[in-house]
């Protein structure tokens, strides 16, 4: 049974497997593509509902969740890059975090095809890879902005010596494993439940029990760590970018 | 194309890349939906947040400021009937103490007045029995001589035999009752 399991694994999981389209000769993974735009849509309805019901006397509980999260977004930047905080950089601490826990949310309602109809986003290199993108330009904008040319030179003046070639290898390690991280702990997570799934019918009951503890896992804690973990290492990488060499 | 179509895709239109590290047009439309997301949120959420969490430390600030102003007031209001307390108890110590003091003075002039009085009174009443003994003892001088004269006259006439004797007889009476009356005056003055 265990040889057939690991067949159906190596046949049935694989890393980049998505339904596609060809869009002017461009590749399009259409399941990313609306999955994400369907997380989109729920962070943006829910922040609209928010703010439809928002009031300065006694908060709603969804209410004081984007409050709390704004405030905790705005402490961690003023801890990274000083009073002077750029106006759009606590929304994109806050943006990042709430999108990628909508994504990731998502792999709580599997469609039960192969592949699947609803993959969280966030198992996607596309979506993560344009996510740090984004990142990137924005910290590389801000320290170029504070620093200048030191943004660049102090990589090769840093002292001691030994800590030049880090700092430049940083910069391709630090968004590389931002986007990975996020890719493969959600990855993961499917993974685990297309093993739960493979699990022989006779243990039905087993695998029904492991599937709803494992979601209840993966939605209520790794979900939301991997959201924190990326805003978090966003707004570090701010602080790094706009850090001052003593 | 619409997504019931997508859905119902032949399997055959999956993909698996060569490279699932390597990102295709996927990555662009991935940077405007994220995009796009950030500028709601930016634009029309997280001001509204920040408006209310604004109006809402305000609130909380001017409560605070009512509650610090009443403190201050119900303070000042102790402190002013402590005051009051510590005054009124001053003045009930002053009151007390003029009283006693007034009391005292009031008791001495009694007492000064009242010995003046039982002095004045000793005094005339002195006056008067002095008045009244030599009163008695120009009465008594008076009723003295008369006796003596009716005793001399007894005398005279009971015993004008003894011519020489009746005489010192008489004389030594009359100087013995001269020193008794003398004697009575100096003790009663």
């Known amino acids: 049974m265990t040889g057939s399991l690991a067949g159906v694994l190596a046949a049935d999981i694989t890393p980049g497997e998505h339904i596609t389209r060809q869009v002017f000769g461009l590749t399009l993974n259409i399941d990313t593509i609306y999955t994400s735009v369907l997380a989109g849509v729920l962070v943006c309805l829910l922040g609209w509902l928010v703010v439809r019901q928002s009031t300065s006397g006694v908060p709603t509980k969804m209410q004081i969740i984007f409050e709390a999260v704004s405030q ?3 402490t961690y930047v003023v801890q990274a890059v000083g009073h002077d905080v750029p106006p ?9 975090f709430f999108f990628i826990l909508f994504c990731n949310w998502l792999a709580w309602i599997p469609s039960g ?22 990142v990137v330009v924005s910290y590389v904008y801000l320290g170029v902005k504070r620093k200048g040319f030191r943004y660049v030179g102090d990589w090769f003046t840093a002292k001691p010596a030994i800590r030049r070639p880090i700092l430049v290898l940083e910069q391709l390690v630090n ?3 931002l986007s990975l991280r996020l890719f493969g702990n959600i990855f993961a ?11 022989p019918n006779y243990l039905l009951p087993v695998a029904a029990t492991f599937n709803f503890v494992w979601k209840l896992f993966d939605s209520g804690l790794i979900a939301p760590i991997q959201a924190f973990i990326f805003s978090f290492l966003t707004i570090l990488y701010f602080g790094f970018a706009v850090e001052e060499e003593h | 194309m619409s997504p019931t179509a997508l859905l119902a895709a032949p399997a055959t239109q999956t993909e698996k890349t060569n490279n699932f590290l390597i990102p295709n047009a996927t990555f662009i439309v991935e940077v ?6 950030l500028w709601f949120l930016y634009k029309k959420v997280l001001p509204r947040i920040y408006a209310m969490l604004e109006a809402r430390l305000e609130t909380i600030r001017l409560q605070f400021e009512e509650a610090k102003k009443a403190r201050e007031s119900a303070e000042k209001a102790q402190k002013e009937y402590t005051d009051a307390l510590a005054e009124t108890r001053k003045e009930i110590s002053r009151l007390r103490e003029e009283a006693q003091s007034e009391g005292a003075q009031i008791l001495e002039e009694y007492r000064q007045r009242a010995q003046r009085e039982f002095e004045e009174r000793m005094q005339a009443l002195d006056e008067r029995l002095a008045t009244e003994r030599l009163q008695v003892m120009m009465a008594l001088r008076n009723e003295l001589g008369e006796l003596a004269f009716t005793l001399s006259e007894k005398i005279v006439r009971d015993s004008l035999r003894e011519d020489e004797r009746q005489r010192k007889l008489v004389d030594d009476f009359i100087a013995g009752v001269g020193a008794t009356v ?8």
């Open chain 1, 189 to 199: 997570g499917g993974i685990m439940l297309a093993v739960i799934a493979l699990l």
């Open chain 1, 175 to 177: 968004p590389l494993s």
């Open chain 2, 32 to 37: 405007l939906v994220f995009l796009v997301i």
């Open chain 1, 113 to 134: 095809h192969h592949p699947e109809y609803l993959p969280p986003p966030t198992a996607d290199t596309n979506l993560t890879f344009a996510l740090t993108a984004i």
């Open chain 1, 72 to 74: 905790q977004v705005r």
């Open chain 2, 182 to 189: 003398h004697v009575e005056a100096e003790a009663t003055s």
């Open chain 1, 88 to 96: 759009w950089l606590v929304p994109l601490g806050f943006a990042l």
